[in-house]
Nanobody
């Protein structure tokens, strides 16, 4: 079973930046479209960003456009989420997830999930 491990979460002040990383040892990583999802207390899980297998296609939630950037390095079996201009509303547990094909990842049909990393933005 493919295992995804997130890292990079933490506590940051509003306006600050964080970079989340998600890695796996699985050799099939490059065949999965990947995404970042988040869930805030009392709210449903929502997509933040997604990226296609080769990295040429991306999708962002309206709430993070212009602030967050998703990228991947298939040679390192890694996907990243660079977050800038963080707001208190960005506070959530962030999950790395993967699936096939890209459209289903965006739609929320996912085969792989990490355990999540907490991001807390103070005002």
């Amino acid at each position: 079973q493919v295992r995804l491990e997130e890292s990079g979460g933490g506590l940051v002040q509003a306006g600050g930046s964080l970079r989340l990383s998600c890695t796996t040892t699985d050799r099939t990583f490059s065949t999965y479209s990947m995404g970042w999802w988040r869930q805030a207390p009392g709210k449903e899980r929502e997509i933040v960003a997604a990226i296609s297998t080769g990295g040429g296609t991306t999708h962002y939630a309206d709430s993070v456009k212009g602030r967050f950037t998703i990228s991947r390095d298939n040679a390192k079996n890694a996907v990243y989420l660079q977050m800038t201009g963080l707001k208190p509303d960005d506070t959530a547990v962030y999950y790395c997830a993967g699936g096939r094909p890209f459209a289903l990842v965006v739609a929320g049909t996912l085969d792989l999930w990490g355990r999540g990393t907490q991001v807390t933005v103070s005002s």
